[in-house]
């Protein structure tokens, strides 16, 4: 692998602000991958000499020794005394030194914190300090042409059928289900017990699940087709069985790819009911005071919607496009990390733009499945994104902040404070900030690419996600509030 070698300026003496001169470093920086410097440090005994000296002259007005005043202790008989906390102290603050002068000096560009076990520096007593750590900084790249791209972008007009489809299925979500005797058909619920085994072993079980019937089922680490077929004789007391292949990328690594077999003991069928459209239930929705009102906001919040997948489809042909040529490999550390912040980054986008909990759980059981592909391709995009907006001076702003965090509360029909406050408890701000910067970097890409406009047809609710893992864990295990019943559409609450 290739290697560099530096050694720091002379040190000087102190400036008149007091400022202490630049440490002598020999310092050895090891390509590992492109993201990924192993650096080797030695620190000359004149510099452990210097700041042994101005350590003891820190703790000399303050020393208390037998038989002195404070102040008034000789300073070997200080440093002797004292050897225990002075070694530890003085290894700190070299290292903490060193450490931000091989940053500086090397232009390592960081992206995690440094891997080192300060307890294992020792600071010899002759000789030089030395010391190794491993740290994950941004790869270096040429930045691909991002002028001129083509992209086909979906475009649709609502029209009154997606609308009176789209008032259904939030009517469906305020249904209520009754005790059903036969058999269930779609659209209809079942009280089930699962058990996932690999042979004899149990994998995991899930206890009294509601599962809403519907083509497909969608777990957090597998997907069975033809879910309604397997259950369309089943009543109360049935047990059927099934065959699901384990996604290549389940947090068990040893159960990827494989099939299991899934057992599902119906407990018990309910059959569902629409309500009727009534002045109680268009307060409940949203506080609507007609169902004009009420159709006016669901318009809405299909052209978010659609705003989102027009959003999506063009990102990620943009995304193709820069990454094309991105050959290089990322951490397995790294992309593992990430992968729970790819999903948080989804749900907050899929919040803003107005999906409700039941297309959330589909999209990141979705995710799930794939999550360290799309995490290295997001990573990657990331990377590519953040040295475009570095180029072009883009910058995130407080407002940008403010009208992200005024998007989630609307949805959400929290307050702004309420919403800013759960971004920032959970940590997910600098997500929040990653999502203003890509969003504006795509928008200087789009702005410069030519577009064909194709036509778009809306998802059908054909899959049914519930969040258990076949394996007994996920990757990423970013909880997805479960609705029994609907959020009531925000304000007019309306969107």
């Known amino acids: 692998m290739p290697s560099t070698e530096s050694s720091a300026p002379p040190a000087t003496p102190a400036s008149a602000d007091g400022e202490r001169p630049p440490l002598k470093l020999d310092v050895v920086v090891e390509n590992v991958s492109t993201c990924e410097r192993r650096v080797k440090v030695s620190i000359p005994r004149d510099d452990i000499d210097r700041y042994h000296e101005e350590a003891i002259g820190d703790l000399m007005p303050t ?34 030194d060193a450490l931000t002068q091989v940053s500086e000096g090397q232009k390592l560009a960081p992206i995690s914190e440094p891997d080192l076990d300060l307890a294992a520096v020792l600071l010899p007593d002759d000789g030089p300090m030395t010391f190794e750590f491993s740290i994950e900084v941004r790869p270096e790249f040429d930045l691909p042409n991002w002028k001129g791209l083509s992209i086909r972008r979906p475009m649709r007009e609502i029209t009154d059928e997606d609308v009176e489809e789209a008032l259904g299925n939030l009517l469906r979500e305020r249904g209520r289900f009754v005790p059903h005797a036969g058999a269930p058909k779609a659209g209809d619920l079942l009280v089930a017990d699962l058990h996932f085994l690999d042979g004899d072993t149990v994998l995991s079980h899930g206890h009294e699940m509601e599962i809403v019937v ?122 593992k990390r990430q992968a729970q912040r790819e999903l948080e980054r989804a749900i907050l986008e899929l919040r803003r733009s107005g999906f409700d909990d039941d297309a959330i759980r589909r999209h990141v059981n979705e995710l799930r499945q794939t999550v360290m592909a799309s995490t290295a391709r ?41 919403v ?45 996600a519930i969040d258990h893992a076949v394996c007994g864990s996920v990757v990423g295990a970013e909880e997805i509030p479960t609705a029994n019943v609907a959020e009531p559409l925000p304000a007019g609450r309306r969107p």
């Open 63 to 96: 020393a208390l020794l037998p038989g002195f005043r404070p102040g008034r202790a000789p300073r070997r008989l200080v440093g002797s005394r004292f050897k225990t906390e002075l070694s530890d102290q003085i290894r700190s603050k070299l290292v903490t």
């Open 378 to 418: 997001a990573l990657k995009e990331h990377f590519i994104l953040e040295r475009i907006a570095e180029d072009e001076s883009i910058a995130d702003t407080s407002a940008d902040y403010d009208e992200e965090i005024r998007a989630i509360a609307v949805q959400s029909g929290e307050s702004p404070r309420r």
């Open 214 to 335: 519907r083509p497909k089922l969608s777990l957090a680490d597998a997907e069975l087709d033809g879910f309604d077929g397997l259950v369309k004789d089943a009543r109360s007391g049935t047990t059927v069985t099934a065959t699901v292949r384990v996604s290549d990328e389940a947090a068990v690594e040893e159960l990827r790819g494989k099939d299991v077999t899934m057992e599902l003991k119906v407990l018990d069928v309910k059959r569902h009911e629409l309500p009727t459209l009534t002045p109680a239930l268009l307060e409940e929705l949203g506080g609507f005071e007609s169902e004009e009102q009420l159709r006016d906001a669901v318009r809405r919040q299909l052209e978010q919607r659609l705003a989102w997948h027009r959003r999506r489809q063009v990102r990620q042909q943009v995304a193709a496009a820069l990454t094309a040529s991105a050959g290089w490999d990322l951490p397995p550390a790294l992309l």
């Open 420 to 464: 800013r406050a759960s971004l920032e408890r959970r940590g997910l701000m600098d997500v929040l900030r990653n999502q203003i910067i890509e969003r504006k970097t795509i928008d200087l890409v789009t702005s410069h690419a030519t577009f064909e406009d194709v036509p778009f047809e809306f998802e059908k609710a054909d899959t049914e």
